[in-house]
């Protein structure tokens, strides 16, 4: 495969004017701020993962910034890896889990790397689903069971095999509500007391063995006042299950469908969807839904609501997305949310940079460089949709082709890209299996 998915482009500011000249042998990363993949939320700042990156909305002071393997905004120590699977926020620390399982702590300007779960060999699942905190330990869902790192000493405390010591289960989330701590796993969900000082042995969890959850295949949870609610898979992976309760109470079937993720506060669930954010009661309830804003539909990877009612969303195309920043109110201990008005603005707090992490080839002419975001295997196209994203260097923006001309939908793989030297508005893209295409001022 020759698409190139580093999810950066290291462009040496030596080579070209920049907009805001570095020293000489320094770096400016380009990663893309667009599909957000998760959102986690501490000491009054809204964090947001991407495939490469994180960025951040400080509420007070509305500062936007960015963190990454070349830098942070605030001159913080970088990332220690790229490819992100999730996030997680305690108090002032911020815990990053890749997908080779490699974990940073990041802490008052510093970077902690946890590589001991990367580094296992023939280990099975070592794949980090999710995390959750308590006191001074953030425990971490696992393919092999829960790890948990202490956050002062900054290393591995514990380790406990759910299920089954010689073969445990996959725990896919953890939710604490103390001393009660809840994990979801292919095989159920399973419950323990944190005050039991032998969890890594595995009989001192009990599996819920109700009608309603024994041995689902529990994608995530979230639990407030011990009650939980809890996302099930099923044979269709667009219709998830989804259940409230406790496993003294019993657990109720509340809604079903495509949902991506789900948190639960007070009385108030979040659902996020490719449809867009849903809220409900804990009878089921719809309370408020948005499928639209202003600019175009929502596609919610993940969703928080804020204290004053205002929506963070972690948009598919749009990044980090602020709904609802005014008129609206919410009681968390009800379950009830209002909102002036079904159509939101929608407020874009993410950073600039790439529209896509997909780097085939780059050109550099005048102060622009034009980037194909296409690729091949070794037998076909990988059909990525046509288009050329040019970074000006006098303005540090990016751009793309205008996408309201209908013809750059039906193309796709974008190779390279030449400018013509007489009339710099005129660019000419190779397009893998779809010939040539000519573009005059951004359009095709």
Known sequence: MRLKEIGIILVLLSAIPAHAQLAIGSWRDHFSYNNALSLAVGNGTVYAAYRNAISYHTIASDEIGRINKAGSST??????????????????????????????????????????????????????????????????????GIVVIDLNRHEIVSTYPIGSATSPNAVKAIAIDYPTIYTATTQGLYSASLTDKHLNINTHWTLDTTATLAHQNIATLACDNNTLVVLTETFDPLNRMLYYGSPKSGFALIDSGDIQSVRLRGNLITESTPDGVKLLNCQGETVYQMHQFEYGEIIANDAIVCDNGSIYVAHDWAGLLLLNETGCSVDFAKGSYTARDTLS????????????????????????????????????????????????????????????????????????????????????????????????????
């Open 75 to 144: 001159g913080d120590e970088p990332l220690s890896d790229v490819n992100i699977k999730t996030i997680a926020c305690h108090q002032n620390t911020l815990v990053v889990a890749y997908d080779n399982s490699n974990i940073d702590i990041l802490q008052e300007g510093r970077t902690y790397n946890i590589s001991d779960i990367k580094r296992l060999s023939n280990a099975g699942d070592k794949t980090i689903y999710g995390i959750d905190f308590y006191a001074n330990n953030a425990y971490i869902a696992t393919g092999l």
């Open 345 to 444: 603005n929608g407020i874009y707090l993410s950073p600039n940079g790439n529209v896509s992490d997909n780097v085939y080839n780059l050109t550099a002419y005048d102060d622009n460089v034009y980037l194909s975001p296409g690729g091949l295997s070794s037998v076909s196209s990988l059909y990525i949709p046509a288009s050329v994203y040019i970074y000006h260097n006098s303005n540090g923006k990016w751009d793309q082709l205008d996408k309201r001309v209908h013809l750059i939908d039906t193309l796709t793989d974008v190779l390279c890209v030449a400018v013509d030297p007489k009339q710099p508005n005129h660019l000419v893209a190779a397009s893998w299996n779809y010939g040539i295409i000519d573009i005059w001022d951004g359009k095709p």
